[in-house]
Protein backbone atom coordinates (compact mmCIF):
# COMPACT_ATOMS: atom_id res chain seq x y z
CA UNK A 1 0.00 0.00 0.00
CA UNK A 2 2.81 2.73 0.89
CA UNK A 3 4.65 1.15 -2.07
CA UNK A 4 1.65 2.36 -4.28
CA UNK A 5 0.75 5.92 -2.82
CA UNK A 6 5.00 6.85 -3.20
CA UNK A 7 4.66 4.92 -6.98
CA UNK A 8 1.65 7.80 -7.10
CA UNK A 9 3.40 10.51 -5.78
CA UNK A 10 6.18 10.22 -8.99
CA UNK A 11 3.62 10.13 -11.73
CA UNK A 12 4.23 12.31 -14.54
CA UNK A 13 3.04 16.14 -13.82
CA UNK A 14 -0.37 15.55 -16.61
CA UNK A 15 -1.39 12.48 -13.95
CA UNK A 16 -1.05 14.24 -10.45
CA UNK A 17 -4.13 15.78 -10.82
CA UNK A 18 -7.71 15.24 -9.30
CA UNK A 19 -8.63 11.72 -9.68
CA UNK A 20 -12.18 11.23 -11.92
CA UNK A 21 -14.43 7.99 -11.51
CA UNK A 22 -13.84 6.68 -15.09
CA UNK A 23 -16.52 8.10 -18.46
CA UNK A 24 -17.51 5.21 -19.84
CA UNK A 25 -18.19 5.75 -23.37
CA UNK A 26 -15.25 8.72 -24.25
CA UNK A 27 -11.96 7.67 -25.22
CA UNK A 28 -9.34 8.65 -22.70
CA UNK A 29 -5.35 7.58 -22.02
CA UNK A 30 -4.33 6.33 -19.13
CA UNK A 31 -0.44 5.41 -17.56
CA UNK A 32 -0.27 1.68 -17.14
CA UNK A 33 3.18 0.87 -14.96
CA UNK A 34 5.91 -1.43 -15.72
CA UNK A 35 9.22 -2.54 -15.12
CA UNK A 36 12.02 0.39 -16.27
CA UNK A 37 13.36 -0.74 -20.08
CA UNK A 38 10.29 -3.27 -20.33
CA UNK A 39 7.77 -0.37 -21.80
CA UNK A 40 7.82 -1.09 -25.48
CA UNK A 41 7.42 -4.66 -24.35
CA UNK A 42 5.06 -5.15 -21.94
CA UNK A 43 3.00 -2.69 -24.68
CA UNK A 44 3.14 -5.20 -27.23
CA UNK A 45 2.08 -7.80 -25.20
CA UNK A 46 -0.86 -6.09 -23.73
CA UNK A 47 -1.61 -5.04 -27.66
CA UNK A 48 -2.18 -8.37 -28.45
CA UNK A 49 -3.72 -9.50 -25.56
CA UNK A 50 -5.99 -7.25 -24.54
CA UNK A 51 -8.97 -7.47 -26.90
CA UNK A 52 -9.90 -3.81 -28.92
CA UNK A 53 -13.37 -3.28 -27.31
CA UNK A 54 -11.36 -2.86 -24.02
CA UNK A 55 -8.63 -1.09 -25.32
CA UNK A 56 -8.45 1.01 -28.51
CA UNK A 57 -4.96 1.48 -28.23
CA UNK A 58 -1.22 1.25 -26.35
CA UNK A 59 1.62 3.16 -26.92
CA UNK A 60 4.62 4.37 -25.24
CA UNK A 61 5.23 7.94 -25.83
CA UNK A 62 8.36 8.83 -26.71
CA UNK A 63 10.70 12.05 -27.80
CA UNK A 64 13.55 12.52 -29.38
CA UNK A 65 16.91 14.08 -27.56
CA UNK A 66 19.73 15.21 -28.27
CA UNK A 67 23.10 13.20 -27.28
CA UNK A 68 26.91 13.92 -27.35
CA UNK A 69 29.25 11.35 -27.70
CA UNK A 70 32.82 11.66 -28.84
CA UNK A 71 32.17 15.62 -29.25
CA UNK A 72 29.38 14.96 -31.99
CA UNK A 73 25.76 15.12 -31.70
CA UNK A 74 22.76 12.80 -32.58
CA UNK A 75 19.11 12.60 -31.88
CA UNK A 76 18.46 9.44 -30.07
CA UNK A 77 15.16 8.65 -29.20
CA UNK A 78 13.69 7.21 -25.55
CA UNK A 79 10.03 6.85 -23.52
CA UNK A 80 8.95 10.29 -22.50
CA UNK A 81 8.46 8.78 -18.97
CA UNK A 82 10.27 5.67 -17.52
CA UNK A 83 8.61 2.93 -16.52
CA UNK A 84 5.61 3.64 -17.96
CA UNK A 85 3.43 3.15 -21.08
CA UNK A 86 -0.33 4.73 -22.07
CA UNK A 87 -3.91 2.50 -23.02
CA UNK A 88 -6.23 4.27 -25.23
CA UNK A 89 -9.59 2.99 -24.14
CA UNK A 90 -13.47 4.34 -23.00
CA UNK A 91 -13.69 2.07 -20.00
CA UNK A 92 -10.96 2.11 -17.53
CA UNK A 93 -12.65 0.22 -14.86
CA UNK A 94 -13.14 -2.89 -17.14
CA UNK A 95 -10.02 -2.28 -18.65
CA UNK A 96 -7.97 -2.17 -15.17
CA UNK A 97 -9.93 -5.47 -14.46
CA UNK A 98 -8.76 -7.20 -17.75
CA UNK A 99 -5.40 -5.73 -17.08
CA UNK A 100 -5.26 -7.49 -13.17
CA UNK A 101 -5.75 -10.60 -15.34
CA UNK A 102 -2.08 -11.04 -16.98
CA UNK A 103 0.45 -13.02 -15.59
CA UNK A 104 2.21 -10.02 -15.77
CA UNK A 105 0.46 -7.95 -13.53
CA UNK A 106 0.05 -4.87 -15.12
CA UNK A 107 -2.47 -1.84 -13.44
CA UNK A 108 -3.63 1.58 -15.08
CA UNK A 109 -1.31 3.83 -12.99
CA UNK A 110 -2.84 5.56 -9.97
CA UNK A 111 -6.03 3.36 -9.78
CA UNK A 112 -7.94 3.68 -6.42
CA UNK A 113 -11.21 2.09 -5.51
CA UNK A 114 -12.65 2.50 -8.94
CA UNK A 115 -11.22 5.71 -9.50
CA UNK A 116 -8.71 6.41 -12.33
CA UNK A 117 -6.41 9.64 -13.42
CA UNK A 118 -6.79 10.10 -17.06
CA UNK A 119 -4.99 12.52 -18.60
CA UNK A 120 -6.79 15.70 -19.01
CA UNK A 121 -8.73 16.51 -22.02
CA UNK A 122 -6.50 19.48 -23.52
CA UNK A 123 -3.11 17.84 -22.42
CA UNK A 124 -4.38 14.74 -24.26
CA UNK A 125 -5.35 17.10 -27.03
CA UNK A 126 -2.48 19.03 -27.51
CA UNK A 127 -0.06 15.74 -27.39
CA UNK A 128 -2.05 14.20 -30.55
CA UNK A 129 -1.11 17.35 -31.89
CA UNK A 130 2.50 16.91 -31.61
CA UNK A 131 3.28 12.99 -31.97
CA UNK A 132 4.09 11.81 -35.08
CA UNK A 133 2.52 8.61 -36.15
CA UNK A 134 5.42 6.46 -34.25
CA UNK A 135 4.20 7.96 -31.16
CA UNK A 136 7.17 10.46 -30.60
CA UNK A 137 7.77 14.10 -30.56
CA UNK A 138 10.06 15.07 -32.65
CA UNK A 139 13.27 17.51 -32.44
CA UNK A 140 11.78 21.32 -33.61
CA UNK A 141 14.60 23.92 -34.92
CA UNK A 142 14.10 27.34 -34.10
CA UNK A 143 16.60 30.91 -34.25
CA UNK A 144 16.21 33.71 -31.86
CA UNK A 145 16.46 36.75 -33.17
CA UNK A 146 16.29 40.39 -31.40
CA UNK A 147 15.19 38.42 -28.17
CA UNK A 148 11.99 36.93 -29.86
CA UNK A 149 11.70 33.04 -30.80
CA UNK A 150 10.74 31.48 -34.09
CA UNK A 151 9.83 28.44 -34.11
CA UNK A 152 10.59 26.84 -38.16
CA UNK A 153 10.34 23.63 -38.49
CA UNK A 154 9.17 20.90 -36.10
CA UNK A 155 5.67 20.07 -33.58
CA UNK A 156 6.26 22.70 -31.60
CA UNK A 157 5.78 25.34 -34.58
CA UNK A 158 3.27 28.03 -33.74
CA UNK A 159 3.74 27.44 -30.00
CA UNK A 160 6.59 29.99 -29.42
CA UNK A 161 4.72 30.71 -26.45
CA UNK A 162 4.25 27.73 -24.33
CA UNK A 163 8.00 28.15 -24.36
CA UNK A 164 9.40 28.80 -20.72
CA UNK A 165 12.96 28.21 -20.99
CA UNK A 166 15.38 27.18 -23.62
CA UNK A 167 18.98 25.60 -23.08
CA UNK A 168 20.40 26.62 -26.46
CA UNK A 169 23.57 24.11 -25.43
CA UNK A 170 22.03 20.95 -24.41
CA UNK A 171 18.90 21.69 -27.17
CA UNK A 172 16.03 20.90 -24.77
CA UNK A 173 13.28 23.48 -23.99
CA UNK A 174 10.61 23.59 -21.48
CA UNK A 175 7.08 24.17 -22.63
CA UNK A 176 3.72 23.91 -21.39
CA UNK A 177 1.19 21.30 -21.83
CA UNK A 178 -2.65 21.91 -20.61
CA UNK A 179 -4.52 24.66 -19.44
CA UNK A 180 -5.25 26.02 -15.40
CA UNK A 181 -4.91 23.37 -12.82
CA UNK A 182 -4.26 20.38 -15.14
CA UNK A 183 -0.89 22.51 -16.88
CA UNK A 184 2.58 20.72 -16.00
CA UNK A 185 5.49 21.33 -18.36
CA UNK A 186 7.45 18.91 -20.10
CA UNK A 187 11.28 18.66 -21.62
CA UNK A 188 11.55 18.70 -25.18
CA UNK A 189 13.90 19.07 -28.09
CA UNK A 190 14.56 21.84 -29.32
CA UNK A 191 17.59 23.45 -31.54
CA UNK A 192 18.18 26.59 -31.53
CA UNK A 193 21.22 27.24 -34.13
CA UNK A 194 21.33 31.16 -34.88
CA UNK A 195 21.08 33.76 -31.86
CA UNK A 196 21.23 37.15 -33.35
Known sequence: MEQTARRQEQL???FNGVTTN???GRVRWYLVHTPNGKERETCEKVRCIIPHNLMQDAFVMQKEFWFKRDGAWSLQTKPMYKEYFFVATHDAAALDRALAQLSFGCRIAGSRERAYM???DDAQDWY???LDEDGVVRNSVARIEDGVLH???GPLVGQEARVHKIDRRKRWCLVD???GDSSFREVLPLDVPIKT
Open 12 to 14: PGA
Open 22 to 24: SQH
Open 118 to 120: PMP
Open 128 to 130: RSV
Open 151 to 153: IEQ
Open 177 to 179: VGE
